[in-house]
């Protein structure tokens, strides 16, 4: 009958530096391909950011029509449903629709038009987009179908 010493049973029993090593270079690798992976995701969520905010002051906007008769000019903006317009057409029956004009995701203030460019009898609200800069190919309108 053979005796084992208790040393080499407790060596046995233990995972060596080297398994150690490989399981945490495994968890790093799963851990970087999830986070690459959700990269895009953040791009995704600002995107729908955009037409909760559209659909927001879209819904903002019709309360003021219903109250001053109609939507404010481009000069005077989103900063009507805020703000008493002081520039004309001064609206008789005006009540404060938001408290704060929201940004948009990448935090541009929203552009707003009346006329709008697509549908020249309803307003345009435009996000500058990604880059933050006008007129580009990543500009976000309430117009785009």
């Known amino acids: 009958m053979k005796i084992h010493s208790t040393t080499a049973i407790r060596r046995r029993a233990g995972f060596t530096l080297l398994e150690m090593v490989i399981v945490l270079g495994i968890i790093a690798m799963i851990l970087g391909g999830a986070i690459f992976a959700m990269k895009g ?14 659909k927001s002051l879209e819904s903002a906007l019709q309360m003021y029509k219903l109250n001053a008769g109609t ?3 481009t000069q005077q903006g989103l900063k009507a449903l805020q703000d008493k317009p002081s520039t004309t057409p001064v609206p008789r029956r005006w009540v404060q ?8 995701p990448w ?4 552009s707003y038009r009346f006329p709008g460019k697509k549908r020249a009898n309803e ?16 500009d976000l309108s309430s117009q785009d179908d």
């Open 107 to 110: 935090g541009a203030p929203y």
């Open 97 to 104: 629709v938001m408290n704060k004009i929201p940004n948009d």
């Open 71 to 73: 939507y404010p000019t």
């Open 41 to 54: 995701i953040g791009d995704a969520a600002k995107l729908k950011q955009v037409e909760a905010d559209f």
């Open 123 to 138: 307003f345009e609200i435009v996000s500058k987009g990604p880059d933050g800069m006008e007129n580009t190919g990543d």
